[in-house]
């Protein structure tokens, strides 16, 4: 009796055990519960799982190592989206993950407070650097949140230029991007059991959006250091030609000398843009920023100095007087220091394309045409030099000829 009662309990408990390996069978295929986005041309792959019941996010991203870094956010513009930075770390062969937020199209600032775990299968190898972490209560922050009820979760991405950084700090400054996009993801398809798993890099739960730009060059760094270029290498050495022959070309002098300060100030501006992209430039503290603003400083006052010169000059020369004994003393300081604001822009050129981190290759690039400029110029100098002394010494003869006569006429009285 006891035994015809437990059979039919028996059938039910079978059919449950049935259910619950279908219900896990499900899961295991939910565990396509993963968007993912596939990027042609940076050949970029991002998945996104969210844990059902969980403030947490599980990303998933395969990149090129190439590129300085490749980073997400969640938001649709720079500003105020939480941002994951990912680069291979010192040893080269882990990644540091560090999450970091910005108010615009700025360098973002790493953000302790943030919590992740980098799991174990990332790493960079073969070329690739893959990143498999978790970001802990990571659905809001003060600025913004994740919608997981939104089939078109905004999301952005960046790849950095193909300078590596190798660097286990999080808080390591890094390059303004030479690609970056925006994209919408399905946060209803990404919710569900089962982890990111093994995502396939085939695009599905996701959509690039079509104004991303995957190849941006710095316009601004460029125009900085083509126009100092023509600024300290061809006007500054053409405009101290015309100093050096100053007596015969002051006006020209004047010309060539608004010219220089015109570019130098045309290079400066772009320069100044470029610095408030990054965090170390920001308070214009680094060495080729200093030693730039007080060279240009330099370069104006000195401006003013030649200016103040030839009025005291054309004063002297309307009262039909020779310039005052004391405007030979200007002449000197204003002539040495032109030439020493030269000698540090060039210098300073040097220092900037270090700052800039440009490969050796291009500053050895930059002192060869520097040195050639030099040695180019030094005869041509040496010419004016001796045509100006020549004609000094003819003119002191004159003068002195003249102070000859006047003595005369003067023991004559
Ligand atoms: C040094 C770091 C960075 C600098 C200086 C920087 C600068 C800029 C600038 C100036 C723009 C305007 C468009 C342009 O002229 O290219 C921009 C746009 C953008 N950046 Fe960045 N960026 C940096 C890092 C990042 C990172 C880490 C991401 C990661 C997702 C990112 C994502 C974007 C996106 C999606 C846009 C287009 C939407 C927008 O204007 O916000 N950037 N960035
Ligand atoms: C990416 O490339 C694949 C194969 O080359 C192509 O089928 C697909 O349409 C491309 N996707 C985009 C968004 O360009
Ligand atoms: C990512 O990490 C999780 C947790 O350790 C793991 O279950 C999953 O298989 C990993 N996926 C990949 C592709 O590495
Ligand atoms: C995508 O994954 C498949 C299978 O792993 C692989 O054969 C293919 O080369 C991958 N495509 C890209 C563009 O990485």
Not at 137 to 148: F, K, M, N
Request: include cysteine; hydrophobic fraction near 45%.
């Amino acid at each position: 009796m006891a035994s015809v009662e437990r059979s039919p309990r028996g059938r039910p408990a079978l059919t449950w055990s049935w259910l619950l390996l279908c219900v896990a069978l499900q899961l295991q295929l939910a565990s396509a519960a993963v968007s993912t986005l596939f990027i042609n041309d940076t050949n970029t792959q991002i998945s996104i799982h969210l844990p059902p019941d969980s403030d947490d996010v599980n990303f998933y991203v395969s990149s090129p190592d190439w590129y300085q870094y490749t980073a997400i956010g969640f938001g649709s513009t720079m500003a105020n989206s939480l941002i994951l930075v990912m680069y291979s770390a010192a040893d080269t062969r882990r990644v540091t993950v560090s999450p970091r937020f910005t108010t615009g199209n700025t360098e973002p600032v790493f953000s302790p407070s943030v919590k992740l775990t980098v799991h174990d299968t990332s790493a960079v190898r073969s070329f690739d650097m893959v990143v498999n972490a978790t970001c802990h209560g990571c659905r809001s922050w003060a600025t913004g949140s994740i919608d997981a009820k939104s089939t078109t979760q905004p999301m952005i991405f960046a790849n950095g230029p193909g300078i590596s950084l190798n660097s286990d700090d999080p808080a390591a400054g890094i390059r303004r991007h030479i690609g970056y996009g925006r994209f919408n993801v399905d946060m209803v398809r990404a919710t569900g059991a089962g982890g990111i798993g093994t995502p396939s890099n085939a695009t599905v739960g996701a959509a690039l959006l079509a104004d991303g730009i995957y190849h941006v060059n710095d316009k601004a760094a460029t125009a900085h250091g083509v126009i100092f270029v023509i600024a300290a290498l061809i006007i500054a050495p053409f405009d101290s030609l015309v100093a050096g022959a100053l007596s015969r070309w002051p006006t020209l002098h004047a010309f060539s000398a608004t010219f220089y300060l015109l570019f130098v100030i045309g290079a400066l501006v772009p320069g100044i843009i470029v610095s408030r992209e990054h965090i170390a430039t920001q308070h214009f503290g680094t060495g080729h920023q200093v030693l730039g603003l007080l060279t240009v400083a330099l370069m104006g006052v000195m401006f003013f100095w030649g200016i103040a010169l030839a009025v005291i000059r054309k004063s002297a020369k309307n009262r039909g007087q020779d310039p005052p004994e004391k405007s030979r003393v200007l002449s000197l300081v204003h002539r040495w220091v032109g030439r020493l604001v030269w000698l540090l822009f060039i210098i300073n050129g040097g220092i900037g394309l270090k700052l800039a981190e440009r490969s050796h290759l291009f500053l050895m690039g930059y002192g060869v045409l520097a040195g050639g400029m030099v040695v180019f110029l030094l005869p041509i100098y040496f010419c004016v030099w001796r045509y100006s002394k020549h004609k000094r010494e003819k003119q002191e003869e004159d003068s002195h000829e003249l102070h000859n006569t006047q003595s005369i006429y003067n023991h004559d009285y």
